[in-house]
């Protein structure tokens, strides 16, 4: 399967011999019928329907109609009740854009025109069950009236919209194929074109979603409220958080057309708030029908969200800007739409293209309006059971990611102590160490350790900082908050019970009232801690935890204290 | 790796014999080789290497040398 790039998006697509392998092996799917009604040949659309509907679980089974006699179709007496997939073209309303009839001489009635495309899709209202696809291809020029044709152009676009149509791309219409086959489509984009097909049958139709879910860091605002502070993170109009000032505008216009907004974030309950209790946000604390914020996985805090308020998972669109956190709740809740924020300003078109699709509302009611207070007077607070996130472990494994280790010096100590004088979430014990400081704790033997993180989808930079002392004990020890979830911190300590002799690892542990990611992976690894020190039996944590160290390619010293001891 | 597509997209649309050589192969002597397999074979050509066949150009692939030909004349193609 490769993908091909259609209008800027990416798109996965069959070959021609792809779909020929996925058509040819026997299944027991079941069978949808359908219509497809078209006036051009649909005959090498067929295989890639085939294989389309194959890919989304049944096999297809549909009639079409005979060449260039879809207008006739459209006036005479249905004779199936089957469900009509209409793949349409300009010249499908209008018989003298045809280019196959070359260009009409007659005088063309601007008013009579605009009728006629009115009445073509007045009389489509006759099927009960249907699906309207268009494809404006450009068409044979039916007046020298170049702006009246411009208009005509829109206007019929416009029609089908209004329609309820899925207009697809003018790409996948080619002259060529038309004119010497009757085919108008273009043999490179079959597949996303038998895609379009596949998904317009009705059991891919959806009501329209009910729930916007949406993360904070790096959506709400750019920043992370937790790391930074509240003071450095932007959301206004005049900032580098410009694309989240919109988006927050457009939350609250959703919120008035009567879509729940709720909030569900990994991080502390009273940082994530902080942002909306000081003012600095456009959609305030009380427009949130809920907020969920604790360190538990997404998933887990989604499923008790849908719990309070008694909604299928079904009608939510859930809004990430980090990838593993989107994959988690895509596995655990396959149900959920889930929706990756844009990192560039160049995407947030196609993104709020995507959301006006997702709650697509014809019209708004008073009731509508009032349903996030309607909402809030059921929603009641309760405590998130812990829940384990889904295992992404496969998907963690396709993520090909690197981890590279360097035993730091005076010439690089840079950026690892600031990720410790920065880092709050996963940070041993919250202590802070300056240049000065660094240089003394080398000349006292110690080895300050930075872990950088690359993945097939680009570069993390440095993302984990350790300090071990001469004795070998780890007095500094942080992880940054973008690659929560990767088992870095697995990957790190097993590295180190690699390289050291002793059968236990002691800790500087302090708990701060931020570090709660840490005090829970203490948990969660089998440390144990007493009052004064916090240890970790290595023999039992290698054995149970190995696997992890997997999950990376490892590159640079593995070897952290033999060089210094 | 090119030609042995376009093999395979012949041994596919004219449900040939994995053998056949296909130096042999044209609309000539393979009786499936009709109007409807021709769109066949031109849609899997424009599918498989991303092309715009033009309908002048689409007559002219009767062959599998023919279509090779074709080939090496567009070097987009890889």
């Not at chain 1, 932007?234 to 609250?252: D, R, V």
């Not at chain 1, 801690?529 to 916090?534: F, R």
Request: net charge negative; glycine share 4%.
């Amino acid at each position: 399967m490769g993908i091909i790039a259609l209008k800027g998006l990416n798109v996965m697509s069959l070959s021609f011999l792809e779909a020929s392998k996925i058509v040819v092996a026997d299944n027991n799917l079941p069978t949808e019928d359908f219509v497809l009604a078209a006036s051009g040949q649909t005959e090498k659309l067929a295989l890639f329907i085939k294989a389309a509907s194959i890919q989304q679980g049944f096999n297809s089974s549909y009639k079409t109609l005979p060449f260039n006699t879809l207008q006739q179709y459209v006036v005479s007496p249905a004779t199936t009740d089957a469900h009509h997939i209409f793949l349409l073209f300009p010249w499908d309303v209008l018989p003298d854009m045809d280019w196959r009839s070359g260009v009409t001489t007659s005088e063309i009635n601007e008013g009579a025109v605009f009728q006629a495309i009115d009445d073509f899709i007045e009389k489509l209202a006759r099927f009960s069950s249907k699906s309207l696809l268009y494809i404006p291809a450009p068409a044979a020029p039916v007046t020298c009236n170049y702006h009246f044709s411009m208009a005509l152009v829109h206007h019929l676009q416009a029609s089908f919209f209004k329609a309820g149509a899925t207009v697809l791309p003018a790409d996948f219409f080619s002259l060529a194929s038309y004119l010497s086959s009757g085919s108008p489509f273009a043999g490179k984009f079959l597949s996303p074109l038998a895609d379009a097909v596949v998904s317009a049958l009705p059991r891919h139709s959806t009501a329209p979603k009910k729930v916007l879910v949406t993360d904070f860091d790096n959506v709400m605002w750019r920043g992370v409220v937790g790391e930074d502070g509240v003071d450095a993170i932007q959301c206004s109009n005049e900032s580098a958080g410009y694309i989240h000032y919109i988006y927050q505008s457009y939350l609250l216009k959703l919120k008035s057309q009567g879509v729940l907004i709720a909030g569900v974030t990994r991080n502390d309950h009273e940082d994530a708030l902080l942002p909306f209790r000081q003012g600095v946000t456009l959609f305030k604390e009380h427009d949130f029908v809920s907020l969920q914020a604790s360190y538990q996985s997404k998933s887990a805090q989604i499923k008790a969200l849908c719990s309070n308020l008694n909604i299928s998972m079904d009608s939510i669109v859930f809004v990430d800007d980090n990838l593993l956190e989107l994959e988690e709740v895509r596995q655990a809740l396959p149900a959920v739409e889930c929706r990756m924020f844009p990192g560039r300003s160049e995407d947030a078109p196609g993104f709020f293209a995507f959301l006006q699709q997702q709650f697509n509302f014809i019209q708004i009611t008073n009731e509508d309006r009032q349903r996030t207070e309607f909402y809030k007077t059921r929603f009641k607070a309760t405590e998130i059971s812990y829940l384990p996130g889904a295992d992404i472990t496969d998907y963690l494994r396709s993520l090909e990611m690197v981890l590279t280790v360097t035993k730091c010096d005076a010439s690089n100590y840079s950026r690892p102590l600031q990720l410790i004088n920065k880092a709050n979430q996963f940070n041993l014990n919250g202590v802070r160490v300056g240049e000065d400081q660094m240089r003394d704790l080398i000349a006292s033997g110690a080895a300050l350790y930075s872990y950088s993180l690359a993945d097939k989808f680009g570069d993390h930079g440095q993302i984990c900082s350790i300090i071990v002392s001469e004795q070998g004990v780890v007095s500094h020890f942080v992880i940054s908050c973008r690659v929560f979830q990767r088992k870095v911190e697995y990957a790190v300590l097993l590295l180190l019970a690699d390289a050291i002799s002793a059968d236990t690892l002691m800790f500087d542990y302090y708990k701060t009232d931020k570090n709660i990611p840490f005090q829970m992976f203490i948990s969660e690894a089998g440390f144990s801690l007493s009052d004064d020190e916090l240890l970790l039996d290595l023999e039992p944590f290698v054995n149970k935890n190995r696997a992890y160290l997997e999950l990376f390619n490892i590159d640079g010293a593995l070897l952290p204290l033999s060089e210094g001891s | 790796m090119r030609n042995e597509t376009v093999k395979e997209i012949l041994i596919v649309v004219l449900e040939l014999d994995p053998g056949t050589p296909m130096d042999q192969v044209s609309s000539e002597n393979i009786a499936l080789w009709d109007s409807m397999r021709q769109l066949s074979i031109v849609t899997a050509l424009e599918s498989e290497f991303g092309l715009f066949i033009d309908a002048a150009e689409a007559v002219t692939l009767t062959s599998y040398n023919n279509i090779i030909n074709f080939l090496e004349s567009h070097p987009e193609v890889g």
